[in-house]
């Protein structure tokens, strides 16, 4: 495989180039370039409980796009694919600290909660309430050569809409965590990788997809899946990864159903398999109540899709259409 | 170069599965599956202008997305990268009448052109007073494989919501048509292609483009545009676009930008992108008052961006900024 081309200045610069662009298209958002934090531009409320989250680049809009009026009051890139650091994220807790405490949005890897454990430390020395809530949604796999346990992926988006609302709406810390918590527990999370992506600083494909062969539990970062297989049609992947999430929590009910691109694929192929999505929902009885069908934790250049699926009941469902104002997400306000 | 791997069931079953999908994951939308028109479910609105568009699918969101409250009351998909047919057309037209005209909004490919001016004779015979405006704000290149005169792209986007706002405040026909074709008038767009596409059908991308080649001007269905290059940083690849709309209708005062991606391209590449266009602007004087950035007008899975213009005034301000709400652009209500 040959060079791939990025739309990129260089490879130091890309970081902060997207910042230079988030805050030019995003009136709503403040960006301190120099610390690398997406913050809303109307600042911390006082007697809300902020919410912050933060991880490796590459996975936009996860995070920086989703913070705003319901969603998140910061979020701090890394590098890509590198956890941002105790400095940044400090920063981003005090800054948003309301008076009511802070929430810590922590995707399962190993780097990422290490440096938020750090920061919940520093946090603690400065008088500010912390907790944190660990996303661990993705059954493909049980440890990876990033994580202890499962990976966190899609369900972060969850997450951080849910209890957003709730930290909208005035909830204390506490009330905030358990939502968060539920949302994690009831929800899962898996990818089918079409093609590797490519990170800026290695400039060619992490690993070597043939043209006919598939990653079956596809790791947000480019880590490998359950096994390798062969490309089969839409209805038939979705089946796949559909068993997958039925298999270790079964699906009833309402639920909550993001068809999530990894970066490099179309959004009518989004729709197709979310149209396979839906008929498997009915056979097992449960419906699409709500949905995502777009770009939401991609992974660079990436082709492929993941699929979370997250159980709702009347609270979260209400927290789910509690109005968001953010660049990723934006309704009823 | 090989296979490429598409997320679909069969080459015939690309546009009913897309539909499929986006009846299943929008609510707010009606899709007739056997006469492929997507709807706003509330139906037609007495005394509102009806707005249609249409064209080949391959281009999502354009033009099913943009469908709902200040946009279109009704898409057409035609096959990938085909134009839609006068029954469908005439159907929607028909459907979508509530006494005070219909307006056409039409991408100018020869294809869309001609199907589009049947349907609009068929709607005389049936004393449905019809409108049509075409779009054709790609500077890259006069004619074309697929068109007479300039090719209809990214501005699409902007006549839909700018015209859609407009007819949402009750304006008749002829005031619809007037917005239309200023906001046509004061758009440019030209689009960088880093790789080709590659259509189901076909199976295989539609060009070769070697590892460090580019293509300047690429058409949204794979086509040529002005000349091969090698790639460079997304700052001159930015550059490169601006001097072409610049020269063609030189920028000044508040603008609407989009910084689109061709489908493949990631969203963190688009906001690198933007930022180079925001340095750009405050060059020339002008500045983005109001911006875009991600996939609005693809060209299936094809890697690379798009940059469309149009210059603001007060008017147009307040229709961009109007309430919107389709799968695709949602806000202020």
Request: charged fraction near 20%; proline fraction near 5%; aromatic fraction near 6%.
């Amino acid at each position: 495989m040959g060079t791939v081309k990025k739309l990129i200045n260089g490879i130091e610069s890309v970081v902060p180039d997207t910042l230079r662009g988030l805050a030019a298209a995003h009136p709503g958002l403040r960006v301190d370039e120099e610390n690398r934090i997406v913050y809303r531009a109307a600042g911390p409320r006082p007697g809300k409980v902020g919410l912050v989250s933060g991880g490796g680049a590459g996975h936009e809009p996860l995070h920086t796009g989703f913070v705003g009026y319901g969603m998140l009051d910061a979020a701090c890139p890394g590098e890509v694919f590198t956890s941002p650091v105790p400095y940044q994220m400090i920063e981003a807790t005090t800054a948003v600290h309301g008076g009511a405490g802070v929430l810590h949005i922590v995707k399962n890897y190993t780097g990422d909660v290490l440096n938020f454990q750090m920061t919940a430390e520093l946090s603690a020395e400065e008088n500010i309430e912390v907790a944190a809530v660990l996303v661990d949604d993705d059954v493909a796999v049980h440890n990876s050569i990033y994580t202890a346990g499962r990976r966190g992926t899609g369900a972060t988006v969850f997450v951080e809409k849910i209890a957003g609302a709730m930290a909208e709406t005035g909830a204390p810390l506490h009330e905030v965590v358990r939502v968060a918590e539920e949302v994690n527990a009831r929800s899962r999370s898996f990818g089918i990788g079409l093609s590797s992506c490519t990170t800026p600083s290695v400039g060619k494909p992490t690993f070597d997809l043939g043209d006919t062969e598939i990653e079956l539990g596809i790791g947000i970062h480019g880590e490998p899946g359950r096994t390798r297989s062969t490309m089969r049609p839409a209805r038939d992947l979705a089946w796949i990864a559909m068993d997958a999430l039925h298999e270790d929590l079964p699906l009833s009910g309402d639920t909550l159903v993001m068809v999530n691109g990894m970066g490099g694929t179309p959004l009518i192929e989004l729709y197709i398999v979310f149209a396979e999505v839906v008929d498997y929902l009915a056979e097992k009885g449960a419906r699409a109540a709500r949905s995502l069908v777009g770009n939401y934790t991609t992974s660079l250049d990436m082709q492929g899709f993941s699929i979370t699926t997250c159980r709702l009941d009347d609270q979260l469902t209400r927290l789910w259409d509690f109005p968001v104002e953010t660049p990723a997400l934006r309704w009823g306000r």
